[in-house]
DNA sequence: TGTTTTAATGCAATATTTTGCTTTTTTTAA
DNA sequence: TTAAAAAAAGCAAAATATTGCATTAAAACA
């Protein structure tokens, strides 16, 4: 029997049943274990099929893909922004924190030696915000966004309109670069807007490779802003052009 | 057999009822509760689930908060009357789910082919929700409970008194009744009401246990309700004290 | 054709992984 | 707090992988 053909069995079965034991292709092909082991491994090196301690399963079967593998990229740079937002607040602060992953993780990093008043409508941020016993949480109601997990629209603006907050910390886009152009519709936007008015001062987190993207400040006007925290120092030369009296940088 | 093909059994089963236990996969897999106890860690790390003492949990439900290791036990009985309360719902209602394991039961088990608009005040509910393509979601903001992982307070109540719903899903507390003796405060108990008042018709989804429990009806009372469902037919000896014209069982 | 080179296969010795069991530590519920 | 349940850690047996090597088959070439 070729290999060429052994490997075509051993694909075939691994489709139809998802998985194989290679003892069993071994017997069914009537060769040794260690040829079967071989055919595998080149199987799996031609990414036709993953192999596994003791058999082979099909690709789709494959435990590989983590399963919402959500920006496990520059999750550095995002902890030192949060960790820097977490410098301005004061106790007894009270806060609004908006969506994204990197107002995400100010939420895990709050310091827990403080108390807070915080307000958001993002439900992972709301999530994460119970675990702290020092935070009060306030979730700003409204209809619920399926891909960002934000509460917006009119509601929302409402809502958001009945409350002043110390400082709101909002981030560039709910959507990763990565997984193409970030595209906000009007509600979104909107919902932005009333954030921003909701507070006295407004704090953007922002990775700096943002910074020069085509997506940079669709949501709202660097004049809107009065701190930008990226997780570069505030000398950094890229920083230069968004030196004024207007905009502090941390 | 494979540890792929345990794991994969595994994520199933989380997926399936949100919650496991480690001494039920392992009797399933026929393994010992070490391999499983492995396993679970594995795809713990890997994201694909929560562990939790004596137990795994989905990654929408997981409790964040090292909380409450929310009740694996009497899981059918929850699934049984949510499945019962879902023939309830018609094409386009208009629903509200209150929190509770219960009724995070029936988020779940909502039919893909109904077309609803649901609100709800359980950030663990609306984490549900957000995964139906069908169901457009609201949430009525609010100060969130830690414990409950509920909105409520003068907020909520104010945002509930805005809105009627055809029917609201209620359950008969948060905390289990195996857990200690449940008791409510004020504004659990207001909150609750004024989800009742916002609703033309209020179910309550009850497991039977408690029917007898010195836990009974502490949040409202029973003529308050419409629809009653426990996981027992509704001619079950059980139920005969609470035939009457007012209560409709299901 | 006969010889040389290369690839494929099976085997055996040696690692590595997986698994269940025991003991100790931690967590949980009452 | 105490007692029970669960988790963690360490260990040994079994299953599986890896490697080097010998044998055989196939291919290349004069």
Not at 116 to 124: D, G, H, R
């Amino acid at each position: 029997m070729l290999k060429e053909e052994r490997q075509h069995t051993i694909l075939n079965e691994v489709e139809l049943h998802n998985r194989v034991l290679l003892t069993d292709l071994a017997e069914k092909l009537d060769v040794s274990i260690d040829t079967v082991r071989r055919d595998v491994k080149e199987l799996d090196s031609d990414n036709r099929l993953v192999k596994v301690h003791g058999g082979a399963v099909s690709l789709g079967f494959a435990n590989h893909s983590p399963q919402r593998n959500n920006n496990v990229y520059s999750l550095e740079e995002k902890i030192s922004i949060a960790q820097k937002a977490t410098s301005l607040l004061k106790d007894n602060s009270v806060i609004l924190i908006d969506g994204g992953t990197t107002c995400l993780e100010l939420a895990r990093l709050l310091p827990a030696n403080i108390n807070l008043t915080c307000f958001t409508l993002s439900l992972p941020v709301a999530m994460e915000l119970l675990s702290k016993p020092n935070v009060e949480t306030i979730f700003i109601g409204g209809a619920l966004s399926k891909d960002s997990q934000i509460a917006m629209g009119a509601n929302a603006i409402h809502n958001l309109s009945q409350i002043k907050v110390d400082y709101s910390f909002i981030g560039t886009g709910y959507v990763d670069a990565a997984f193409g152009l970030t595209e906000f519709d009007w509600d979104t936007v909107q919902t932005k807007k009333a954030v921003i008015q909701a507070s006295k001062k407004t704090v953007l987190l922002c990775i700096s490779e943002k910074l020069n993207s085509q997506h940079r400040f669709k949501t709202c006007d660097l004049n809107m802003i009065d701190t930008m925290i990226t997780e570069l120092p505030p000398d950094h030369p890229l920083l230069e052009s968004f030196k004024n009296q207007e905009l502090f940088l941390l």
